[in-house]
């Protein structure tokens, strides 16, 4: 049995991932906060033919994240992927970004994926293990009112495409997604306020989408440095610049 670590599990991208490998027959380590709601995604991987364990953490707290590490490697000896889906969005004008909304940002986009890239190292040990990580088109666009979350996703693609290189024909592989707007109650909007704007004209990914293309990348014998995806590119509605 395959086995994968996914992190914000609990919702939107993360957890339909975690279904899809579940149905594939992995068995799915679930990370986020809310206990209720990765108990959920638990039950939804498991009635699509795979198993969970969850391991409830908050990643913007350092001990719980270097714990979880710990925990990850007595769970098991061999992780075939890292799914590092986890991420906050800090959109605000410069004037209002407290230090906090600064560390928040950084401590869950980057420092966190950098601490499971890390810790994890040991156990990605297969031919074919990956560690995908999903970062933004915001972290290659820079945007105004969004510098916070721009500055955390620029961050994320430096380390993981530097990584790639630094792993170059050996493993384990290294993925990131610079991924357009999705159909998920990701920041402040709710997936209906988002549906209603996608139904005017607005680009979004279905999350069905992206989890398929997300699983190709999964499949793939040779996956790339960097996958760009853009929903105006893919047929999904008009994208503006924010
Ligand atoms: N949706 C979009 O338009 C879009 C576009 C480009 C890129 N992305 C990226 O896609 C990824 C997934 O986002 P999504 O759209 O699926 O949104 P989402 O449904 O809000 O998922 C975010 C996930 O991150 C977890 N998380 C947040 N803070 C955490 C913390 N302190 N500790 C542990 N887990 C934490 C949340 O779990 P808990 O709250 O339970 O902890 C949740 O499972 C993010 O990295 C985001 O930057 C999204």
Same mark, same amino acid.
């Given at each position: 049995?395959?086995?994968?670590?996914?992190?914000?599990?609990?919702?939107?991208?993360?957890?339909?991932?975690?279904?899809?490998?579940?149905?594939?027959?992995?068995?799915?380590?679930?990370?986020?906060?809310?206990?209720?709601?990765?108990?959920?995604?638990?039950?939804?991987?498991?009635? +699509?033919?795979?198993? $969970?364990?969850?391991?409830?953490?908050?990643?913007?707290?350092?001990?719980?994240?270097?714990?979880?590490?710990?925990?990850?490697?007595?769970?098991?000896?061999?992780?075939?992927?890292?799914?590092?889906? +986890?991420?906050?969005?800090?959109?605000?004008?410069?004037?209002?970004?407290?230090?906090?909304?600064?560390?928040?940002?950084?401590?869950?986009?980057?420092?966190?994926?950098?601490?499971?890239? =890390?810790?994890?190292?040991?156990?990605?040990?297969?031919?074919?293990?990956?560690?995908?990580?999903?970062?933004?088109?915001?972290?290659?666009?820079?945007? =105004?009112?969004?510098?916070?979350?721009? +500055?955390?996703?620029?961050?994320?693609?430096?380390?993981?495409?530097?990584?790639?290189?630094?792993?170059?024909?050996?493993?384990?592989?290294?993925?990131?997604?610079?991924?357009?707007?999705?159909?998920?109650?990701?920041?402040?909007?709710?997936?209906?306020?988002?549906?209603?704007?996608?139904?005017?004209? +607005? $680009?979004?990914?279905?999350?069905?989408?992206?989890?398929?293309?997300?699983?190709?990348?999964?499949?793939?014998?040779?996956?790339?440095?960097?996958?760009?995806?853009?929903?105006?590119?893919?047929?999904?509605?008009?994208?503006?610049?924010?």
């Amino acid at each position: 049995m395959k086995t994968a670590l996914v992190t914000g599990a609990s919702s939107g991208i993360g957890q339909a991932l975690s279904v899809a490998l579940g149905k594939e027959g992995y068995l799915v380590g679930l990370v986020a906060r809310r206990k209720d709601k990765l108990k959920q995604t638990k039950k939804m991987v498991e009635e +699509a033919g795979g198993k $969970a364990e969850i391991f409830s953490c908050d990643l913007g707290d350092d001990v719980q994240t270097d714990s979880l590490v710990d925990r990850v490697k007595q769970w098991t000896h061999n992780l075939d992927l890292l799914a590092n889906v +986890a991420g906050v969005q800090v959109y605000k004008p410069i004037s209002e970004v407290k230090t906090g909304d600064w560390d928040l940002a950084f401590d869950i986009n980057v420092t966190a994926t950098f601490k499971l890239i =890390r810790g994890l190292l040991p156990i990605l040990k297969s031919d074919k293990s990956l560690v995908l990580s999903v970062g933004s088109g915001m972290g290659v666009i820079p945007a =105004r009112g969004r510098s916070v979350y721009c +500055a955390s996703k620029f961050a994320l693609r430096g380390l993981i495409l530097s990584l790639a290189e630094e792993f170059e024909g050996g493993h384990p592989h290294f993925s990131l997604i610079t991924l357009g707007s999705t159909l998920t109650g990701f920041g402040d909007e709710t997936v209906e306020e988002r549906k209603k704007e996608f139904e005017k004209g +607005a $680009a979004y990914f279905p999350v069905e989408w992206v989890v398929g293309r997300l699983l190709e990348v999964i499949e793939s014998n040779h996956p790339e440095a960097e996958y760009v995806w853009y929903p105006g590119e893919h047929g999904f509605g008009v994208w503006k610049k924010p």
